[in-house]
Nanobody, 124 residues
Framework: QVQLVESGGGLVQAGGSLRLSCAAS????????MGWFRQVQGKEREFVAA????????KTADSVKGRFTISRDNAKNTVYLQMNSLKPEDTAVYYC?????????????????WGQGTQVTVSS
């Protein structure tokens, strides 16, 4: 079992920044890739960013590239999503997820544990 708890969401004006955190417990955190996904009500959950177990490789969606950065601290069992230059279209519930593998994936089915989500709202 893995428990994931996101924090750091909130309301921010367009152009602002937020940093999301996801604290993990349970399965050895350092052996899993981690990902961030987001979902707008009525739409499918979509990939945002992912990082492999050692932080040696990361992947971000084209829609957030250059604005969002994923990182992790295995000593703290925490993964982060730094979000800069936020836009109203970034408004969504953001979820972190633990991967089945050490290596990241953009596919939702490759993640087997999910947090409860944290709301990010960007006002124009």
């Amino acid at each position: 079992q893995v428990q994931l708890v996101e924090s750091g969401g909130g309301l921010v004006q367009a152009g602002g920044s937020l940093r999301l955190s996801c604290a993990a417990s349970g399965r050895t955190f350092g052996s899993s890739a981690m990902g961030w996904f987001r979902q707008v009500q009525g739409k499918e959950r979509e990939f945002v960013a992912a990082i492999n177990w050692s932080s040696s490789n990361t992947k971000t969606a084209d829609s957030v590239k250059g604005r969002f950065t994923i990182s992790r601290d295995n000593a703290k069992n925490t993964v982060y999503l730094q979000m800069n230059s936020l836009k109203p279209e970034d408004t969504a519930v953001y979820y972190c997820a633990a991967g089945r593998s050490r290596y990241y994936s953009v596919i939702i089915g490759e993640y087997d544990y999910w947090g409860q989500g944290t709301q990010v709202t960007v006002s124009s």
